[in-house]
């Protein structure tokens, strides 16, 4: 039997629209125009009729205004979950303009069905031959996608496409990060879920004087979760509705996104540090994916909860053999407060809502003139937060310093934490077998309902920043007739929305595959064998027979129960990781990816870590031993491998038995000996060879830089760049879709050849966390880039020029992306037409120094910014902006000569002795040098094609400075202080060793400096070689259009002698 099941209002929707005229729409005198021979027919679909009658701007949209009859004769099938009243009138709507039918059918079975319809549908990330491809589209959870993610459209270009109608960066950041894999945006939201608290007015005033004199303090609506817990407690077994019969305190529905929503205020504290995503969360370890259950901020939030429980529905409810369920408890009016998800709470406080107690049950007498019986509130938070820097994580006051995005009222530091349960309702497309014309229908319905007020839309909530505004809570007051609901959400959402940068503090839901089990295996852990189970049973804490009888937080008995019902979720958990594809261990790589978390980390990089750690238990749980070699590791990691297995690098002792063996039976020794030296001889060959192999792996990764990208050219429009008003962070314009990307050199080679120019701003930082606090550097790029435009007789409206600037168009939260970024500079620097050195008069915000061109000069990455562009541009487009209104001023002639010398200049890493870090910002500028030094020198040797006298004259003039400070420009090794294990070491590491002297061996026997594409090696070929004339300014240097931009499977080596270890060389 099939788990689908279409129901009527499909077919009901279809016939309603099948003809689109009828005499009421139009005129008699458009009558005659409408069918006369020159009405516009388009499979059935009159264009004639849809213009003069505005089909497509219906709910005064614009979307759809000129696309009347586009997607005629289209059939949509669409798969969604639950029904609404919605839905009939818009797709009747939506076929009136555009001519689609959008064929609707709901899984049988409901949203408990929905994740198992889009997997089947879809198809699996591991097999891409799964899948039915019956439909088109889908509404989606953000739980549920990320099985099948890659069957899902990528939606970012058409994101970016319809920008100023989707507003994606207006969508609050939870919703946006529960939609997003893989890199890639797969479902547009039009809803979101969270958690939030409501309490009911009307008894707040009945027992405001009560509460007074009984408890002296004030009855007020709870900051904290302890102040809710203890108000049900104190307020349960009061007479609200006079029948004679005690009722009850906050009402629930017993599950595991309600008690999440404890657990988040004291376990997510502060979710980003410099180096982004801390991978504080509610579930699991981001090291070790050990259940976040074995603390006592886990044991707390239980402990509130159990309360809660205790005073609620759940006391009477469970115990009466039926299903403890807000829905059918806040209705009667005997729930003081309730806390829901937001649509249900809105049906719970509005007058008539489905679940709203009628007036006969409410206590409406006690209302002031302006009040409302139903208020929502913020879902309370925690004074008290878990200490992440501490082994077992202990429970610490909150204060200002720790809690970073907490409030402070009534003296009290609260740390505040919205779960965002599941995501909220999203709109997905089938990527993989639906047909092109289905995608561009779908497309167009999912972005006119994107602009449509949201109660049109089909399950659709608040979930946008700009519906916090006041017109819009105006328009929700207008059609709530409530003003103090419309304003009661507004507080809400305004709070839980907050970007991070702006105080935001969301816990997002657990988004990685096997979602539904984990959740399985708490609700069973959590509900049915321990709060809510007998206390007859093993685990169970509640009375049937009594409620108020049940077993009570600080007993022994809760404490022993406590510990088995830890044990069990603990084995229930194991059990889950067991059955999914790849284990623990993949899931726990999963898991980092959807909380983003830096470093990017591959599995095997998560095992070796643990051992270097040494977290053994991790290491075994994680089953680490078939993901690494300890052999392996032994050269690197000694110490750690012989902690975790003794013996593990104990030399082969074969030669030592055999010398022994020998003293005995003199016979043998010889040939132990021999053999002993035999061994020596092959290691000492080995070792040779994976010498050799690394530098030609250094020298290959150099020249494919040259002609790849390694992280694609983002660039920010002029025009978008002088009215920004201050430097802006990367991530703030990927997300508002400001930044061009460019992914390949060919694209950089077009893009200039179709008129564009590119501007490099070099500055130097004058911050430690921002780049230019005072904006003076700012100001100086601005007005550098419009002086430059002027002098060019470019356009001065900036379209056609195009900034770079490190801030901006390098990844700043993800240390993964960043270091590709920083392996492509060579080729960033090198493709700009124009190269601005921005070194204003300016104070270092945190030093108090005085920061100019000088210390600009000191920087080594400043240093390494002008090489990389003046080795293959020359100086003819390099200019300085100091700033004070002054000119934009070239540089001279010999300006590169004291650049050259990069590795003399300072390096933070360096300062703060790479605590934390695995190696020096020296070596990562190895590869992107030596390139451009072996390009530099090719020219020389073969003469700059294409080129002028005047160009080789450059050419010569850098090999010769060069070459008379080789040591100094290209150092063969560095003094590098690094601590490991809390000792500070002090260490002789290659930087570029021999590999100057490698590459010109190479060039001057005539042994190529082209790239092949297939293989991405470097080619012995000579006959082809790079023509060198530049796309700016003069006629220097350039990885011009003739050479061939191609791809390649990155090595995987991990960067120590500039592309590798030794070790990694050696084979056994």
């Not at 077919?11 to 009558?31: F, G, H, M, R, W």
């Not at 016979?667 to 070792?687: D, E, H, P, V």
């Not at 990927?734 to 893009?751: C, E, G, I, P, Q």
């Not at 390139?931 to 010769?960: N, P, W």
């Amino acid at each position: 039997m099939t788990i689908f099941h279409r129901w009527a209002i499909a077919a009901a929707a279809i016939l309603a629209i099948t003809n689109p005229v009828s005499s009421q729409d139009v005129s008699k005198e458009q009558c005659d125009e409408l069918y006369s021979a020159d009405a516009v027919v388009s499979s059935g679909c009159n264009v004639t009729a849809c213009e003069l009658n505005g089909y497509c701007t219906v709910h005064d949209s614009t979307y759809l205004e000129g696309k009347c009859c586009e997607h005629a004769g289209v059939n949509v099938n669409l798969l969604a979950f639950e029904p609404a009243g919605e839905w009939a009138p818009r797709l009747a709507e939506f076929k009136k303009c555009t001519g689609a039918n959008v064929l609707l059918t709901y899984v049988e079975g409901g949203e408990d069905n929905m994740a198992k319809a889009l997997l089947e549908d879809v198809g699996s990330n591991d097999d891409p031959n799964s899948g039915q491809g019956i439909y088109d589209a889908y509404i989606v959870q953000g739980p549920w996608i990320p099985a099948a993610y890659l069957g899902l459209k990528g939606l970012n270009d058409l994101i970016k496409a319809n920008e100023q109608v989707i507003q994606f960066g207006d969508i609050n950041s939870a919703s946006r990060a529960a939609i997003t894999y893989g890199g890639s945006v797969r479902a547009l939201p039009l809803d979101s879920d969270n958690i939030a608290a409501g309490y009911r007015q009307d008894l707040m005033n009945k027992y405001q004087s009560w509460y007074q004199e009984t408890y002296n303090e004030p009855l007020r609506p709870p900051n904290t979760i302890e102040e809710m817990v203890t108000i049900s407690e104190r307020i349960n077994g009061q007479d609200h509705d006079g029948d004679g019969e005690p009722d009850w305190g906050f009402c629930l529905t017993p599950q595991t996104n309600y008690f999440q929503a404890f657990l988040a205020p004291i376990f997510t504290v502060d979710q980003e540090d410099e180096n982004g995503s801390t991978g504080q969360n509610i579930f699991f370890d981001t090291d070790t994916f050990a259940p976040l259950i074995h603390n006592p901020g886990y044991k707390k939030a239980v402990e509130y909860y159990w309360r809660y429980i205790l005073a609620s529905n759940c006391q009477t409810q469970t115990a009466e053999g039926v299903k403890c369920d807000r829905k059918t408890a806040f209705p009667t009016g005997k729930c003081f407060g309730v806390i829901s998800m937001p649509g249900t709470m809105t049906n719970m406080l509005k007058e008539g809502g489905k679940y709203a107690p009628s007036p006969e049950n409410r206590q409406d007498q006690y209302l002031k003139e302006g009040e409302w019986f139903g208020r929502r509130i913020v879902f309370p938070g925690s004074t008290e937060v878990l200490d992440w820097k501490k082994k077992d994580y202990p429970l610490m006051k909150c204060t200002e310093k720790s809690c970073p995005t907490a409030r402070t009222i009534g003296g009290e530091v609260i740390n505040f934490s919205p779960f965002f349960s599941e995501g909220g309702e999203a709109y997905a497309i089938n990527g993989k077998q639906s047909k092109q014309t289905a995608v561009n229908a779908a497309w167009d319905l999912m972005v006119w309902f994107s602009q449509l007020s949201v109660n049109l839309v089909p399950l659709a909530g608040t979930y946008r920043k700009s519906q916090t505004k006041p017109e819009a809570m105006e328009a929700l007051a207008k059609i709530w007739n409530n003003t103090v609901m419309a304003e009661d959400l507004n507080a809400v959402i305004t709070e839980y929305f907050k970007e991070p940068s702006e105080g935001g503090n969301p816990t997002q839901d657990f988004f990685v595959v096997g979602f539904s089990d984990y959740n399985d295996a708490l609700h069973t852990s959590l509900h049915k064998e321990f709060l809510l189970a007998s206390t007859d049973t093993e685990l169970g804490l509640f009375n049937m027979t009594d409620p108020s009888n049940s077993i009570k937080v600080g007993t022994p008995e809760f404490e022993e129960r406590y510990e088995k019902f830890i044990a069990k979720l603990q084995q229930r958990y194991d059990e889950v990781n067991s059955r999914m594809t790849g284990g623990a261990l993949q899931q726990l790589y999963n898991w980092r990816e959807a909380l983003d978390m830096e470093p990017k980390k591959t599995m095997d990089e998560i095992c070796i870590d643990l051992l270097m750690a040494e977290v053994h238990d991790a290491f075994d749980r994680l089953d680490c031993i078939k993901r690494v070699n300890l052999s392996e590791l032994c050269q690197s990691m000694k110490e750690e491998v012989e902690a975790y297995q003794p013996g593990a690098c104990a030399e082969d002792n074969s030669t030592i038995i055999a010398a022994v063996f020998g003293g005995v039976i003199g016979a043998f020794l010889l040939g132990g000996l021999a053999y002993l030296t035999y061994r020596r001889y092959k290691s000492y060959l080995r070792i040779r060879m994976a010498h050799e192999q690394l530098m030609e792996a250094t020298i290959n990764e150099s020249i494919r830089a040259l002609h790849q990208l390694d992280y694609p050219l983002h660039l920010v429009r002029g025009d978008e760049f002088v009215v920004e008003g201050k430097l802006v962070r990367h991530e703030v314009l990927r997300n508002t879709h400001k930044l061009t990307v460019l992914d390949s050199l060919a694209d950089v080679d077009s893009f200039i050849a179709a008129g564009k120019h590119i501007v490099f701003f070099s500055h130097q930082w004058t911050s430690f966390t921002v780049p230019d606090p005072s904006n003076s550097q700012y100001e100086a790029m601005r007005v550098s880039l419009r002086e430059l435009a002027k002098s060019n007789g470019w356009d001065e409206s900036l379209k056609d020029v195009f900034v770079w600037v490190d801030y901006s168009c390098i990844p700043q939260a993800n240390p993964s992306t960043q270091n590709l970024a920083i392996r492509s500079l060579a080729a960033y620097a090198s493709s700009a037409t124009y190269f601005i050195i921005v070194a204003p008069d300016t104070k270092h915000a945190d030093l108090d120094d005085k920061c100019d061109l000088t210390t600009y000069q000191l920087r080594m990455w400043c240093r390494a910014e002008q090489v990389c562009h003046s080795m293959r541009n020359g100086t003819e487009g390099m200019y300085l902006a100091l700033g004070d209104g002054g000119d934009l001023v070239p540089v001279e002639t010999d300006f590169f000569q004291e650049s050259l010398h990069v590795f003399d200049g300072q390096l933070t890493c360096c300062r703060l002795e790479h605590k934390g870090m695995s190696a020096c910002d020296r070596q990562s500028l190895v590869v992107p040098l030596l390139g451009l030094y072996g390009e530099l020198y090719r020219a020389a040797v073969e003469g700059v094609k294409g080129g002028t006298a005047e160009s080789l004259s450059s050419v010569k003039a850098f090999l010769d400075e060069i070459q008379k400070h080789q040591d100094s420009v290209f150092p063969p090794t560095f003094q590098r202080v690094i601590w490991r294990k809390n000792k500070k070491v002090t260490e002789e590491v290659m930087l570029f060793g021999d590999l100057i002297e490698r590459m010109k061996h190479r060039i001057d026997h005539g042994q190529g400096f082209s790239y092949e594409e297939d293989t991405g090696t470097a080619s012995t070929k000579t006959e082809v070689s790079t023509p060198f004339i530049r796309h700016g300014a003069s006629d220097f240097l350039r990885h011009g259009s003739s050479v061939r931009h191609g791809s390649i499977a990155k090595n995987n080596i991990t960067v120590e002698t500039a592309v590798g270890k030794l070790e990694d060389h050696i084979e056994e």
